[in-house]
């Protein structure tokens, strides 16, 4: 059996479902379970519904309305008037409705989890009602009945006896009557309250009931021709990798490559399933195949860029070297605030450390530094981190930049500019 995934910038669109379908249709013969992320940009407006609401901010019910209308266009140029997918959408969105009317009670990463999961559970409705209009028999399943996750809302953490038993138990003998469509990003606690995955983690989804099913393959459909050592968006004459190792792919989402959620590659390579990158509107081309055994051909680095990177410099008030004793203290704090280390350094009397700006996290981190440490920081940088270089692209790439930091290793290099 094959598992695909669609993401957001596939399904953005009326034309984007009527892609999806021809795809689908190719693979006709296979059993197939289809996940699918929120539409377009709409977890982004779902997230800032969501801030709306935390601080009653007037423009609640427009972010809110914006969201139904896009998603209300994209329905009528698709289906007749009447469809029972109009219903199933409203109905979905009510659920919005009743949690803003009240205010806040519970956490925001709760609140956050309820509201912003609804984004795949409507695009999912959509997509199920299309394929089975153009002749796909296709069944609607709620991913938050086979993805079990602890309580951790916003990061939810799966509980992986649980979920392959659940899916082992129901999911093949679906596949048996057509097509199993559903949401990506989305996981379910014990008391039946909604997690999500993490941003981005509809591709950890599909790896998670593909390593269950002990699926022969898993295609995340894409708006590029697949893996590119570099984003297009930044570079010019960039080049699709055929194959690439599964560690390969590690170190890429490691360092903040975005094509591939970080937690994808593990459970996937555990159970020895390829993970093929293809383009969506060339479904026939190759597009990228990772895998074990690849033949990694690196005729250009890979180039991953990471903006908004704050560097801190931290050194003791009493001067002291930076110790294991003051190193343990650091990282302690780091952890406590929930922030992920980039790159850092250290020398006798400083330790250098980037790492992603997040106001509140950052402000949180200095006061507690700040009893014991001084603290200097630079912000809006640029952390750069470049695989399989040579002193050629390291010339071009930094030509007009400020080094503020640098690091080398034998396959890596990352800099910290400005
Ligand atoms: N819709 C979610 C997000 O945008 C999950 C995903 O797209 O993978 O983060
Ligand atoms: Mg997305």
Known sequence: ????????????????????????????????????????????????????????????????DEIKQYHEDILKQLFEPGHSVFDEVANTFVEIDWIIEEEPQDSFDFIYDQIVSIGELVS???????????????????????????????????????TQKSIIERVPKLLEKGIVLTQGFLGGTSENFTTTLGREGSDYSAAIFAACLGAESVTTWKDVPGILNADPKHFKDTIKFDELTYNEAIEMTFYGASVIHPKTIKPLQNAHIPLLVKPFYNPIAEG??????????????????????????????????????????????FAKNNLKINMMQSSALSFSVSFDYVEAKFISLLNSLKERYKVKYNNNLLLITLRHYTETNLKDLTANKTILLEQKSRNTIQLVVS
């Open 1 to 64: 059996m094959l598992v695909f995934k669609f993401g957001g910038a596939s399904v953005k669109d009326a034309e984007g479902l009527v892609n999806l379908v021809k795809v689908v249709k190719k693979f006709d013969g296979n059993k197939i379970l289809i996940v699918v992320s929120a539409m377009g940009k709409t977890t982004n407006a779902l997230e800032k519904l969501v801030n709306a609401y935390f601080n009653q901010n007037i423009n609640l019910n427009q972010i809110f």
């Open 124 to 162: 999912t409705r959509i997509v199920n009602a299309y394929l089975n209009i153009n002749g796909i028999k296709s069944q609607w399943l709620d991913a938050r009945g086979f993805i079990h996750t602890d309580n951790t809302y916003r990061e939810g953490q799966v509980q992986w006896n649980k």
């Open 288 to 333: 990228t195949v990772i895998k074990e055994n690849a033949t990694n051909i690196f005729i250009k680095p890979i180039i991953i860029l990471k903006e908004n990177q704050v560097l801190i410099s931290i050194t003791a008030k009493d001067y002291s070297f930076i110790s294991e004793n003051n190193l343990s203290e650091i990282f302690l704090l």
